[in-house]
């Protein structure tokens, strides 16, 4: 099939379920609000589904690996160590005073920071080889967690409840406050990318043809990064983690439009996770009424897939 | 030994002599320490809850150590443990299954499923990193918590659909404060999978060396796998049950040791298993200090601990490399 059919059959598909996620059982009454409510969801949903599928697939391309995905690097444990951090240190009250803004962009800077960090031992004077950078990022995760746990056991308990809903966002519970000023960041960096999707096709086939063929592959690459980092520390503020979406729809979209072109990997990818993400959730939420969070058979389904496609082809 | 030169096997015993000094005055420390003042403490408390608890930390710490070395052998991989291999995940699935089928099952029945089921996982984990080539060795724990995760998102989803996420939260904070005399006495079988480490101690670094290497080197293969294995998902399973999941220890210890004195396990086996129980208690330690009279959970100082350590390590080795 043409990349191009692809694409529109995509788009049709994603409208579709759009208009499903919102018309499908409306109740009797106070349509209006409910309507309401359903659409902050559905922005929600395709703005998150934008920022895992842009940044995962960004991230594969710099690293030349296709089992690697930047949200294992422990962005989310971290997220939460600075909420709880903000709420040991000022108090519920001052947190729920400096507002939910101030608070989502401050995290998304410590997260940017961090994830810059770690990425610079790639391009320092000791190169680390990407696969050790993800690893300590794991490890790094893993002490975010304990230390968040400790600050959460020394907090007032009635004040951890009242901020508790705060730090735990998942798919149920959409962190709607962020949703604008997270949706014109991610707009944004969409948009710019479009200047840069050369530059992506020329990295992806490697360090050395990328630099013969006049790419400073050193600052693309950390430029890159940068927006890989802004975008899981977005996705993550907004829904929490969600480790294999990212990988499922990048590798997904790699089949079904074999090309290394980012101008039709990339609205691919971005088209399949949104699909992914709206039709999971009127699944979940108004056909089977499971009480379980999407992120867990998403998580599930991810990591089958991923597996069993590194065990059939043999190789990473 | 008759071919390690004196020098070294005098240094060895003085090392191992230390450490084993050390362990006793933290035991010492752990027992004297709690909310009710040394002075006050009656034989009744020591019996019933400071000796029980000193010795599951000192057991659980050992036991956790070796099975992380061995682990490691098995795998041929210095970041492969149980907690990264997913014996853990697999472990924790059998214990939520067997509380989900029978609730009233004894601390024996748990232990046996998690056990089976920890062993079963493994066995699949290491056939799947067989069948895939992984040229980067941190590739190898990166498919294996992939592989956790998929089995935690199975439990999880259990555990929603039987009202057991609490459980599973409770297993994954593994702590020492509700060890008490009657409750942790299954323990005591890490002992003789110890034993047995350390008599398979050799095979074990042999068959680390591949699968040709050690058979011309006259180590039956598979069996000597499945001795590991029993050992690992065993260790696994006890700790599991009784105390919960404590991080990092199975990954830091071991890698502290074989960096300074290399890979043979039957040199190191008693340093890795004493280094294991010190680590451990003195997490104890520091855990029942912090918030004194209050008590964080021992996975908590645990993984703060032994995740400072190992960044230190793998930072430390790049440098020492450069």
């Known amino acids: ?105 401050l995290s998304v800077a410590v997260m940017i920071v961090f994830s810059l960090a770690l990425f610079s031992l790639l391009f320092g004077k000791h190169t680390m080889p990407l696969t050790m950078v993800l690893f300590l990022g794991m490890v790094f995760g893993q002490l975010f967690g304990a ?78 990064l940068i927006i890989v980092a802004i975008l899981t520390a977005i996705a993550t503020a907004l829904v929490g983690p ?75 | 030994m008759p071919f ?47 000796l029980p608890r000193t010795i599951s930390i000192l057991i659980s ?17 210095r970041f492969v443990t149980p907690t990264t291999g997913s014996t853990t995940e697999w472990a924790k699935l059998g214990l939520l299954i067997i509380l989900i089928w029978t609730p009233q099952a004894s601390v024996v029945t748990k232990t046996l499923f998690s056990f089976a089921f920890g062993f079963a996982g493994t066995i699949s984990f290491l056939f799947i990193i ?19 995760n998929i089995i935690a998102s199975i439990a999880t989803y259990l555990g929603y659909q039987h009202d057991l996420i609490q459980s599973i939260q409770s297993w994954t904070q593994g702590t020492f404060a509700l060890i008490l005399k009657g409750r942790y006495e299954v323990l005591y079988l890490s002992i003789p999978c110890l034993i047995v480490a350390m008599l398979y101690a050799n095979r074990f670094t042999l068959i680390s060396m591949g699968r040709e290497i050690s058979i011309s080197l006259g180590v039956r293969y598979q069996a000597t796998l499945y001795v590991g294995l029993l050992i690992v998902s065993t260790i696994s399973a006890l700790v599991l049950v009784t105390v919960g999941v404590i991080p990092f220890i199975g990954l830091v210890v071991p890698n502290m040791v074989t960096l300074y004195r290399g890979e043979n396990l039957e040199q190191n086996i008693t340093t890795i298993a004493l280094l294991g129980g010190l680590f451990l208690l003195a997490c104890d330690i520091i855990s029942r200090l912090v918030l004194h009279p209050f008590e964080i959970p021992i996975s908590v100082t645990a993984s703060i601990i032994g995740c400072l350590l190992f960044i230190l390590l793998i930072v430390g080795r790049r440098r020492h490399a450069a």
């Open chain 1, 1 to 105: 099939m043409q990349p191009r059919h692809t694409l529109t059959i995509l788009v049709i598909l994603v409208a579709l379920s759009a208009a499903l996620f919102l018309f499908y059982q409306l109740p009797g009454g106070a349509v209006a609000y409910i309507l309401e409510r359903r659409a902050i969801k559905l922005a929600a949903l395709i703005v998150t589904a934008v920022a895992i599928a842009i940044s995962t697939s960004i991230f594969q391309t710099v690293s030349g690996n296709r089992i690697l995905t930047p949200s294992i690097l422990g962005l989310d444990t971290l997220y939460l160590l600075v909420q709880t951090l903000l709420m040991f240190l000022l108090g519920a009250k001052s947190l729920a005073m400096m507002g939910r803004i101030s608070d989502f962009l």
């Open chain 1, 147 to 224: 230390l968040a746990s400790f600050f959460q056991l020394l907090i007032d308990p009635n004040e951890f409840l009242t901020v508790q809903a705060r730090m735990f966002a998942s798919f149920n519970s959409v962190n709607t406050a962020l949703l604008f000023s997270s949706s014109v960041i991610v707009a944004a960096i969409a948009c710019a990318l479009v200047f840069f999707l050369d530059i992506l096709d020329v990295l992806s086939l490697g360090r050395e043809s990328a630099i013969t063929l006049g790419v400073d592959h050193r600052r693309a690459s950390r430029l890159f």
């Open chain 1, 242 to 316: 969600v480790t294999f979406l990212g990988l499922l729809v990048v590798s997904l979209a790699r089949q079904i439009a074999p090309t290394y072109r980012h101008s039709i990997i990339l609205p691919t990818s971005c088209l399949l996770s949104m699909l992914f993400l709206i039709v999971g959730q009127l699944l979940f939420e108004r056909i089977f009424h499971f009480n379980t969070p999407i992120s867990i058979i998403i998580n599930f389904a991810g990591g089958i897939y991923l597996l069993s496609h590194l065990i059939l082809r043999g190789t990473v």
């Open chain 2, 4 to 50: 390690v030169n004196d020098q070294r096997y005098r240094e060895d015993f003085m090392h191992r002599y230390i450490l084993l000094t050390l362990v006793v005055i933290f035991s010492l420390a752990s027992l004297s320490l709690g909310v009710i003042s040394f002075e006050e403490t009656t034989m009744h408390i020591l019996v019933q809850s400071r």
């Open chain 2, 61 to 77: 710490g050992m036991s956790l150590a070796t099975a992380g070395a061995i682990m490691q052998l098995l795998t041929s991989n």
């Open chain 2, 130 to 148: 067989k069948r895939i080539k992984l040229k980067e060795a941190t590739l190898v724990p990166l498919v294996g918590i992939i592989y956790g």
